[in-house]
């Protein structure tokens, strides 16, 4: 005679069948699937975070970006400068980064010097008396030139901020910047050339170095740069 007990098996506190292996196998499988679900969750998660850009590295711009980018350069107009204006050369100087000795010696060069013209005396008239010519041109009086002027430039890293790095090469002057997002702006003096010069240091976490170059209202975006090449932009100042 077979008891009650026999027929209905008891259960554990887990809900397995005492006796019964079975309940336990599907168990450990799914934790097992479970463990595999989380880990695949948070691969795809992490993907999404690199592409994303929250912890992504490297720049990628595509090979047609990248081309357009150059052609774009090719064809810009001379860059329009801001030029610091007098009351700011101060904060303009400090902006340099100079030593002391150097921030002097440029500010002696930002001096005003000025010439009066002589005056041209006339023949002697019958009286015996020189006159002087008169002043034809009374506003210019006093020429004044000015042998160094400053100018206003902002360089940004123009796409991941991976740890670009570029030099900067303006009329003798000569920085090293590390590219960020929101921009380093600081003073360079005008090159008599023309042109400044942009050197590429290090290409950050890989897919070039990307670097733009603003001054006022004014900016240009440079071609994909390796290390080692040096570009040139032109500019001009009203």
Known sequence: MVSEDTKTPRLTAAGAQIGDKRPQTV???????????????????????????????????????????????????????????????????????????????????????????QATPSPQGASGSTQEAPQVKTAQAQLRTRRVRLVWITLWDTDVEDGDVVRIDSQGYSRTVRLTKKGDTFAVPIPADGVIKVTGVKDGDGGGITVGLASGNARAIFPIMSEGQQLGLRVRVN
């Open 27 to 117: 168990s450990v499988i799914a934790k097992s699937v479970f463990a595999t679900l989380l880990l695949a969750g948070a691969i795809a998660a992490a993907t999404y975070t690199l592409h994303n850009g929250i912890v992504q590295q490297g720049d990628e711009v595509s090979a047609s970006d990248a081309q357009a980018r150059l052609e774009a350069f090719r064809e810009l107009a001379p860059l329009n400068l801001s030029v610091v204006a007098d009351g700011d050369v101060d904060r303009a100087l400090q902006s340099m980064n100079l030593s002391p000795d150097a921030a002097k010696a440029l500010r002696d060069d930002l001096v005003d010097t000025a010439s009066s013209p």
